[in-house]
């Protein structure tokens, strides 16, 4: 959505390697959420972040509500790390959530 | 975990068809949502419901109605579908009012209108 923009569109990473996806809001974001979705289609929630860095395994993601943008960190990635990886900002109104169109990840051997 | 399920899985029919799809959610949350999945647009809020009884809507409901008939239970409805209503659709629900919480999703519903 236009509130959400979300870079790079894709992304190739040799198992073992680390990158970065970013989400830019251009309105006050309260919150921000990250999602994968695999290649059924998928969805998994993977961080839900009010403010600060939370760290899970292999993944980082921190949200900096002032400069308008959070960013998920894959370390070490691996073969199912790869799916689409969405980034979803509450509103202002706290009841709803904008996503971004995607980052999609393709981890090659 | 929360636990949200869709049926049916993948469903077609034909331009004036209707189709009710159905979401069921056994967390006990108070919040679900209708999504819609479109490529280039991510996925989009259709429709959203507070409780049992309550409804939302959300950004792109022309065309759709929705009914939460018990806190566990949340049905979109296409009474007239279109072709532009193609769509991998998702149910969501969480614990907290909108966004302030994580959304647990369902594994989605492929709609083709023909």
């Known amino acids: 959505g236009d509130q959400v923009e979300q870079s790079p569109s894709a992304l190739s990473l040799h198992e073992g390697t680390s990158s970065a996806l970013r989400c830019n809001f251009t309105?006050?974001?309260?919150?921000v959420q990250w999602f994968r979705q695999n290649s059924r289609g998928s969805l998994i929630n993977l961080f839900y972040?009010?403010?600060g860095t939370k760290e899970n395994g292999r993944l980082k993601s921190a949200f900096d509500s002032k400069e308008l943008y959070s960013t998920l960190h894959i370390r070490d990635a691996q073969l199912e790390d790869s799916g689409t990886y969405f980034c979803a900002a509450e509103n202002s109104a706290g009841n709803k959530l904008t996503f971004g169109i995607g980052t999609r990840v393709l981890v090659r051997p | 975990e929360a636990a949200v399920t869709q049926s049916p899985r993948n469903k077609v029919t034909v331009t004036g068809g209707n189709v009710t799809l159905s979401c069921r959610q056994t967390n006990s949350h108070n919040y679900m949502y209708w999504y819609r999945q479109d490529t280039g647009h991510g996925l989009r809020l259709i429709h959203y419901s507070y409780g049992a009884g309550n409804l939302q809507i959300g950004d792109v409901p022309d065309g759709y109605k929705a009914t939460r008939t018990t806190q566990e239970d949340f049905f979109l409805l296409l009474e007239l579908a279109s072709p532009s209503q193609t769509s991998l659709y998702f149910c969501?629900?969480?614990?907290?009012?909108?966004?302030?919480?994580?959304?647990?999703f369902g594994p989605g519903t492929r709609l083709l209108v023909l």
């Open positions: 972040l009010a403010s």
């Open positions: 309105t006050t974001t309260r919150s």
């Open positions: 969501a629900s969480s614990d907290a009012p909108g966004a302030q919480d994580t959304q647990y």
